[in-house]
């Protein structure tokens, strides 16, 4: 744990997310990073008890909540934050690179004229590099694509979270075969987050955790340059990106992808309701590539 931040995580067993609230004990100042909105793909109903756990946190310990951070467009949840910020407040943030995937996925979904892929469902787009604060903790925006164009890190007091870009060492590194997906980026970004100090903690958006053990989502830089199945010391990008194509060949579609990504790239706002006052989820048929 940071000597100057407190982080709390939420792990969503159903779509396999962790969702941290980190915050600032001298000012009470928080940030939110990846919270979940549940929803039943049967009934199509969504659902708040992920999120509200989030909102009691934030509660017990008198925050008040500065930024909602997304690490990027998930394809295995569909976000919260806009229901936090109605009740919590704060700028919900993402990598400026969303206006790639925005502009990708309104031409799948055939999205409304008035969506437009410019970032402006987002309060804020975060530049690489730039840094911003969490009451006296200053934190930084790392940009790390290759899972999407988009994905952000961010780095808090010794801490980073590190979204889709790494899993923990023996579940290895995320997908990199989505629209504007690169494996050769995707382990340029890892080691970029792995050129950070080796006590650095490495906090990871989901955990696939093998039979043998429960649920983590915590490691270190020297940790997972030791022990990464696919990017520990000694694994060159030839190599990894040869494994990662070969792999991605073999995954299925994430269930939630279709549902997640157009409430995602909207800064999870549900889409405009039709004259009958409910919101409908588009999904396109035959668009999207199978691997059988």
């Known amino acids: 744990m940071s000597e100057r931040t407190t982080t709390q995580a939420f792990f969503d067993p159903k779509t396999w997310t962790v969702t941290y609230v980190v915050w600032d004990p001298s000012t009470r100042r928080a940030a939110v990073i990846d919270p979940v909105l549940d929803y039943d793909f049967k009934s199509g109903h969504t659902g708040t008890a992920s999120a509200d756990q989030v909102l009691a946190c934030v509660a017990e310990n008198a925050l008040q909540v500065d930024w909602i951070l997304e690490t990027h467009a998930h394809a295995d949840h569909l976000s919260s934050a806009r229901y936090i910020q109605q009740r919590l407040g704060g700028k919900i943030a993402i990598g400026e690179n969303i206006r790639v995937v925005q502009a990708t996925f309104k031409k799948l979904y ?24 969490i009451g006296t903790v200053e ?31 023996d579940v290895g590194s995320a997908r990199a075969d989505f629209p504007g997906g690169d494996a050769h980026q995707l382990y340029a970004s890892m080691h970029r987050l792995l050129a950070l100090p080796p ?92 691997h059988r």
């Open 139 to 169: 934190a930084t925006a790392m940009l790390v694509p290759g899972h999407t164009p988009a994905d952000m890190a961010y780095l808090i007091d010794g801490s980073v979270f590190v979204g889709d870009t790494l899993f923990m060492p």
């Open 199 to 290: 006590e650095t903690t490495m906090y990871v958006c989901h955990d696939y955790p093998p039979a043998s053990r429960p649920a983590r989502w915590q490691t270190t830089v020297a940790e997972q340059k030791a022990h990464n199945i696919h990017v520990r010391d000694g694994i060159g990008e030839d190599e990894f990106v040869a494994m990662r194509q070969a792999r991605d060949a073999t995954l299925e579609v994430p269930t939630l992808i279709l549902p997640s990504i157009q409430v995602n790239v909207r800064a999870g706002q549900l889409p405009p309701a039709d004259e009958n006052g409910v919101s409908y989820l588009r999904i396109p048929l035959n668009a999207l590539p199978v």
């Open 110 to 133: 055939n999205l409304e004229r008035s969506f437009l892929p410019d970032g402006s469902q987002f309060d804020h787009l975060f530049k690489d590099g730039e840094t911003f604060m």
